[in-house]
């Protein structure tokens, strides 16, 4: 019974930034990890980034670390991604994702966000 809420991206060029945000609400008794995921039409969905529920342990794909930062905001509970330099191949549909562990594949959460377009132009 946990909704996740999603807001933030868009179009931007590249080199440019974008930042997401996802909102939990419902029955949220408990700190979730949580996690962002990305899929590009005809692609599979792919790991991006992911923040423990409560030790501060993140880790990311190593296709953006360097560049993006997750972050999580426990009085509003929300989570964040920040993208810096983004590149035209990074353009796809960007879901938050909450679940026991911060692990690096979906099936390890339970709860979604609708997703949200970000696309990167050259």
């Known amino acids: 019974q946990v909704q996740l809420v999603q807001s933030g991206g868009g179009s931007v060029q590249a080199g440019g930034s974008l930042r997401l945000s996802c909102a939990a609400s419902?029955?949220?008794?408990?700190?979730?990890?949580m996690a962002w995921f990305r899929q590009a039409p005809g692609k599979e969905r792919e790991f991006v980034a992911a923040?423990?529920?409560?030790?501060?342990?993140?880790g990311y794909a190593d296709s953006v670390q360097g560049r993006f930062t997750i972050s999580r905001e426990n009085a509003e509970n929300t989570v964040n991604l920040q993208m810096n330099d983004l590149k035209p191949e990074e353009t796809a549909a960007y879901y938050c994702?909450?679940?026991?562990?911060?692990?690096?594949?979906?099936?390890?959460?339970?709860?979604w966000g609708q997703g949200t377009q970000v696309t990167v132009s050259s």
């Open positions: 994702a909450a679940g026991r562990d911060a692990l690096g594949y979906s099936s390890a959460y339970d709860y």
């Open positions: 923040i423990s529920s409560t030790e501060g342990i993140f």
């Open positions: 419902g029955r949220t008794g408990r700190t979730y990890a």
